[in-house]
C-alpha cells in the first residue's frame, strides 16, 4: 500500500493577483484568519493593543481590535478614548485577577520545590543510617 502524502502541502506561491476568483476569495479568507491570528497573538504575548482593517476585494470592511478598533482608530489619530467604552478598564481588571492567580500558583509551587529540597536534604542526612539498619536487619 502507497503510503505517501496525498497532497501537496504547503507550498510557496508567486506573489502576483491570483485570476481565478473562487481561489482569490478562498485565499482571502485564509489570510484574512491568519493576520487576526498573528494579531491576536501579539496581544496575548506581548500585552500590545492591536487594530487591523481590512476591505475585501468586493468593499465588505472586516476588522479586529484590542482592546476595541474604535479605540486604537482614536489612539492612531489622537483623540479622546469614545464615552463609554470601558474595554480597557475591562482588560485590565481581567489582566490583574489573571495575575493574582498566576502569583498564588507560583507561591504553591515555590512552597512545594522547597518542601521537596528539604525532604531531600533529610534523606541525605538519614540515608547512612538507614543502610545500616538496613544490614542489621532493621534492629538496632
Known amino acids: 500500500m502507497d503510503q505517501r ?3 501537496n502541502g504547503r507550498q510557496k506561491i508567486e506573489m ?3 485570476e481565478n476568483e473562487d481561489d482569490r476569495l478562498i485565499t482571502f479568507s485564509k489570510r484574512r484568519s491568519g493576520i487576526y491570528k498573528k494579531a491576536s497573538e501579539l496581544v496575548t504575548l506581548c500585552g500590545a493593543e492591536v487594530g487591523v482593517v481590512i476591505f ?24 479622546n478614548p469614545p464615552q463609554g ?16 492567580e498566576l502569583n498564588q500558583q507560583y507561591n504553591v509551587l515555590s512552597s512545594q520545590l522547597e ?9 541525605l542526612i ?3 543510617f538507614l543502610q545500616v539498619m538496613a544490614m542489621d536487619g532493621g534492629h538496632f
Open 16 to 18: 502576483k493577483k491570483i
Open 5 to 7: 502524502k496525498k497532497t
Open 115 to 123: 518542601f521537596e529540597k528539604e525532604r531531600e536534604k533529610v534523606e
Open 85 to 100: 467604552d470601558n474595554t480597557h478598564s475591562l482588560v485590565e481588571a481581567h489582566r490583574k485577577v489573571r495575575i493574582n
Open 56 to 79: 475585501s476585494p468586493a468593499g465588505k470592511p472586516f476588522s479586529f481590535g484590542h482592546p476595541s478598533v474604535e479605540s486604537m482608530a482614536n489612539r492612531f489619530l489622537k483623540q
Open 126 to 128: 538519614l540515608r547512612p
